[in-house]
């Protein structure tokens, strides 16, 4: 069995705890978060970290802010997937790629994974790739998006399984 991981809000607790974090520090560096808030609705779809900062002329925070990652994994799906071997493990992520890769990178969960990719459209490609690759067994496709899975082939790919991820128990799907 393999098994593909979205990052945000599935292993990373990206929206209730880490742009929770991002709000405060910049407020702390003196830009309200109702300002902050409008500002990242605009630029959400091609959002880096550095350019916001920079938008605000808050380039200095970056790392505050990134090295508290580590801090925002979600442990309890982690404690499971660190049981399955790395060769059944991939990630694949949505968004900026620089920014996506140096969060992973913080949370130190990356030797987790055989194969990490980051893309900016559909998730498609990449999963039927890991689909294709793996034709003889069950790939199941982990995601906290209901849409990442609209455009996926089925028909083609029957060894597909996906999981709309709520924050639910894992561990009866993973072994
Ligand atoms: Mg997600």
Redesign the pocket.
């Known amino acids: 069995m393999k098994y593909i991981f ?5 292993l990373f607790n ?1 929206t209730e705890q880490f742009k929770k974090y991002m709000y405060e520090c910049l407020e702390d560096a003196g830009v309200p978060s109702h300002v902050a808030v409008e500002y990242y609705k605009k630029v959400r779809h091609e959002f880096s970290l550095r350019n916001f900062l920079t938008h605000f002329g808050k380039e200095h925070i970056y790392e505050k802010i990134m090295s508290k990652c580590p801090d925002f994994l979600n442990t309890e799906l982690l404690e499971i997937i660190k049981k399955i071997r790395k060769e059944n493990c991939y990630m694949i ?2 968004g900026e790629k620089e920014y996506q890769l140096d969060k992973i990178k913080k949370t130190g969960i990356t030797p987790l994974f055989s194969e990490i990719i980051v893309i900016q459209g559909s998730k498609k490609e990449a999963v039927e790739r890991v689909c294709a690759k793996h034709k003889g067994e069950e790939v199941i496709f982990i ?3 209901a849409d ?1 899975f609209a455009d996926l082939d089925f028909k083609k790919f029957p060894n597909l399984k996906t999981i709309l991820y709520t924050g639910q128990n894992l561990e009866p799907y993973l072994q």
């Open positions: 979205d990052f945000d809000d599935v990206n992520t949505h995601d906290d998006r990442r």
